[in-house]
């Protein structure tokens, strides 16, 4: 039986490859998740605010050391709240690379086009297989225009793609007024792969202390709906490869997720609940089901799933929902 499948160019022994997270902080750990049988790893993210303190004294342009910027600077992490500095970061990639087989790919996040991104170099220079590149913000400017955004991270990656050999992936969150608009204009700026999606964090508010209170959850199988959504729809309509990433917790989840479009599946909360080795019960799932469907090979079941044999998709999605709350109360 063939679990193979291809993501950025590599050729995979199956998708189950680890997300950006904890697991990329420390060598050892590394290869814990190389010995368990993950297929690749994104180490965790290094930020744009790391990097622009580290080499210009500034966050989001505002100097550190300026008294009447101090509140909004104490918003953000000090440098030693971070796992690795932006030179250690390269270090590490160096080492973790020297030790593994498996694809290694770091991982920059940010909001910007700006100087930050030629750490992007360093990167590619320490070693790192491919680069994927989370774009995350929260627009709270009111003038600020959609496609403004859009036009940021399209420049963001044809200019990485201008200076840089390796893969790139861009890594998004959902809201766009038109996603599948922005997949297709990434697509045309190079991207060699689309990570789906970026989850939302949202702090929470306190009322003893009148305060926010940031939290973070780990994911469940109750946001993977969303993304599917998306695999299948782009599926066979963009050239990047697709990754899933968020809401896969259980076998049937990377099932649902490969027959939606997805080429490789990435997985964090499961393993940090099971621990690595629970990619074996993740590959076993997936092993069975193939030998049910009598399917020998991984491509016959991608996309089946998807929209890409539909002629009339907008009205299927129409359909679909108008379907969905016709069924309440029914059963």
Sequence with gaps: MDTSTSYLGFRLPHPFIVGA???????????????????????????EEQIT??????????DVFESELAEAVAYFPSSTDYALTPDAYAEHITRVKRSVRIPVIASLNGRTTENWLRFATVIEQAGADALELNIYEVVTDLDVQGIAIE??????????????????????????????????????????????????????IDI??????????????????????????????????????????????????????????????????????????????????MDWNKMSRLDEMRGRSSLHMTSERAAFERANYIRTLQSWGRH
């Design 53 to 62: 303190l580290a080499r210009e004294g500034t966050i989001a342009h505002m």
């Design 151 to 204: 036009h940021r991270i399209s420049d963001v990656v044809k200019e990485l793609k201008r200076v840089l050999k390796i893969p790139i992936a861009v890594k998004l969150s959902p809201f766009f007024a038109a996603f599948g608009n922005i997949a297709q204009q990434l697509d045309r700026a190079g991207a060699d792969g689309l990570v789906m999606f970026n989850r939302f964090y949202q702090p929470d």
């Design 208 to 289: 003893r202390t009148i305060a926010s209170v940031p939290r973070v959850e780990l994911s469940t199988s109750a946001e993977l709906l969303l993304r599917l959504r998306w695999l299948a729809i782009l599926h066979g309509r963009v050239r990047p490869s697709l990754a899933v990433t968020g809401g896969v917790a259980t076998p049937n989840d990377g099932i649902k997720s490969i027959l939606a479009g997805a080429d490789v599946v990435q997985m964090v909360s499961a393993l940090l609940r099971h621990g690595p080795a629970y990619v074996t019960a993740m590959r076993h799932g997936l092993e069975q089901w």
């Design 21 to 47: 997270s904890p697991f990329g902080y420390h060598l050892d750990m590394v290869k814990r998740v190389e010995d368990a049988g993950c297929a690749a790893i994104v180490l965790h993210s290094l930020f």
